[in-house]
Nanobody, 125 residues
Framework: QVQLVESGGGSVQSGGSLRLSCVFS??????MGWFRQAPGKEREGVAV?????????AHFVKGRFAISQGEGDDKNTLYLQMNSLKPEDTAMYYC???????????????????WGQGTQVTVSS
């Protein structure tokens, strides 16, 4: 059974940093990603990590956010390091996974079949 559990959200001021974590179980080599949804807006992709280790980012987070997977005892954890946060980054952030690498894109949230419950990030100006 696939499970994803996010943590690490919180409230920070503009320019601050947060690191989100997603502990996953039930699979070992899926495409994984981070998505977000702000009130009144559609869910959007933030970053994905392909099974070969390649990373892809939405244009609005490039250079500020970094997706990674832990190693060793931490290998079942997906991270999202978020730096230089802006008020427009405020949203619920979700970790997601798909076994289909062809669907591994920030543009295809609908093809990710496994989702966590989300963790709230609030950035104040």
């Amino acid at each position: 059974q696939v499970q994803l559990v996010e943590s690490g959200g919180g409230s920070v001021q503009s320019g601050g940093s947060l690191r989100l974590s997603c502990v996953f179980s039930g699979y070992s080599r899926y495409c994984m990603g981070w998505f977000r949804q702000a009130p009144g807006k559609e869910r959007e992709g933030v970053a994905v990590l392909h099974t070969d280790g390649d990373e892809s980012y939405a244009h609005f987070v490039k250079g500020r956010f970094a997706i990674s997977q832990g190693e060793g005892d931490d290998k079942n954890t997906l991270y999202l390091q978020m730096n230089s946060l802006k008020p427009e980054d405020t949203a619920m952030y979700y970790c997601a996974a798909t076994p289909n690498d062809w669907a591994c894109s920030t543009d295809r949230p609908g093809f990710f079949g496994y989702w966590g419950q989300g963790t709230q990030v609030t950035v104040s100006s």
